[in-house]
Each structure stands twice: as C-alpha cells, then as structure tokens.
C-alpha cells in the first residue's frame, strides 16, 4: 500500500469519523497552529530565532494531513501505533510523534457537541459550565497508550513504567458526557502516575467545588475529590464496570 492509498483509505468516514469535505475544514484550520507551535518549539531547542532558511533541516515522514488522519483514527478506532506504522509504510515513533503534535491542537480547538451550534468547550471549566446548565452526567476515564522506552540517563526515566501494564506508556484523561461523546481531553503524563494523583493535578476535583450539582461516573479507577468538594448526592455508581465518584 502507498502512501496515496493509505491516505485515501484513512480518509474515509468509517476510519476517521467524518466527511472529506469536514476533513479539510479541520486541516486547514489545525495546519497554521501546529506550524506556530512547531516553530516555538524548535526557537525554544535552539535558544534563539532560526538561523537557516525556512525548510531546511529533516523533514517529516509523514505530511500534515497524514499525521491528523493517523491521530484521527487512533482516537476513534484505538488502533495501535505499530498498526497505523504498517499502513503508512513509517515506524512506530514515527506515528507516536505525529499523535503528540497533533492531540494538543485537536484539544486546543474544542469539542463540539452535535445538535448544539456554537457550543465547544475548550477548557475544563467550559466544560463543567456546560454540564451544569445542561444536566450532563460526566464520564471520566484514562488511557494507556505504550511508548518508546526514553534513552538511558533521562531524569525521570522510571516515571514512564506502568505498574499495571508492565511497560513503558502515557496516559490520558477524557471527560465525556453520557452518550459518550468526547467534552474535554487533558494533557499527557507519565504511565507510572496514579490517575487519582493526575485528576487532582490536572484540577478536574476542583472544579466540582463551584459546580456541586454536577454528577459524574468514573471508568476503569477509583478517586476520591477534595474534601469538602462536593457532597456523596452528587455522584451515583453505574455498575461493576463504571464506579461512581465518592465524596
């Protein structure tokens, strides 16, 4: 498979989640940000302005629209990063890059919510504005996604261990509503890092303090919010496989 046929079958709804026409929209409006935030970067890495034209230097493997279709279909599909290396003919850093560039822009854009017109939560208290207007239940939930090992002398090295999975990985936390349509996604951190541990840091507890009518579920782990956050009315356990928050 070349790289055309590879693209024109990521491209498809049935992979990617929506239309072609849709998917040029998002490229176009996702490509100026992401070179910004490439070029900061590398002002950052090299401790001052470019110095050589621009375009010189390594290129990347996989062009813009393909690294946001690979980051469009891991999400939808959770198909793994050596999957999508096969497809694309690239190694599995490779993709693993393309996703890290290309999440944060993705997240920085908002989530829209179908039927609702010019809603898009952009940051956790938009989204817990949203939830307490509407009546939304949140669902939050973590996951795992295997890394490269760092190089040897990395501070830090150990913090990447998932004590449950055995390996290197990262971790995400999604926040979705109750029909399971994405409302916000955190930043990355270390698989060795407790979820309970990242809620707090990433400040989700904290935001049922001024929101405590807002109810939410919680996959795969258990934790426990600030004391005094909210009341033990304001979450409810939907099962075996989904524990409700505890105050």
Known sequence: ????????????????????QHLGELVGGLAPHGEARCESGRDERRGGARKREAGAGPKHELVFIDRVLATLVHLR???THAALGVIYEVGSST???AISEVRPLLAARGFAV???????PRTLENMFTYADAEGVTLRIGGMETQ??????????RRAFISGKRKQNTIK?????DDQGRTLWSGAERP?????QTAVRTEGIAEQFRPYPQVKAEVETFRLQPVRGSCGPSAF???????RGLRG
């Open 77 to 79: 599909t959770g198909l």
């Open 236 to 242: 409810r356990s939907p099962g075996r496989e989904r």
């Open 191 to 195: 698989g060795r890092m407790q979820d």
């Open 147 to 156: 890394v490269r090992r760092p190089k040897a002398g990395r501070p830090g």
């Open 95 to 97: 993709i693993g890059r």
């Open 114 to 120: 179908p039927n609702r017109p010019g809603i898009r």
């Open 1 to 20: 498979m070349n790289i055309e046929q590879a693209r024109a079958t990521m491209a498809h709804h049935a992979f990617c989640g929506i239309s072609r």
């Open 172 to 176: 995400t936390t999604t926040i979705s």
